[in-house]
């Protein structure tokens, strides 16, 4: 079974049975499990920001969101969250 370090790698699925198909044999893996329960317990200690975003990218990224059952704010903050990791861990 394949372990999904990243939710990039989940794709789009066109259908239910795609993704039935996907996830029979993909788990996530725990570490991404961990931090997207971290950022949920992070959020009781969040600030708010304004950030404009293109309006068909808002869009696009909502739509994505919503193909995982994601809130498109959550999704964002674990981007964020991996990115920050992935630049902290080049230095």
């Known amino acids: 079974m394949n ?4 939710w990039e790698e ?3 699925f066109d259908s239910e049975e795609a993704e039935a198909a996907f996830w029979a044999t993909n788990r ?4 991404l499990m961990d931090s997207a329960v971290a950022a949920a317990a992070e959020n009781s200690e969040s ?3 304004t950030l404009r975003i293109d309006p068909r990218m808002l869009a696009r990224i909502k739509r994505l969101a919503r193909s ?3 809130n498109y704010q959550s999704m964002i903050k674990q981007w964020l969250s991996e990115r920050l990791e992935q630049e902290l861990r080049e230095r």
């Open 10 to 12: 989940v794709p789009l």
């Open 68 to 70: 995982r059952y994601l």
């Open 47 to 49: 600030v708010t920001i």
């Open 28 to 31: 996530i893996e725990v570490r």
């Open 3 to 6: 372990a999904i370090a990243s």
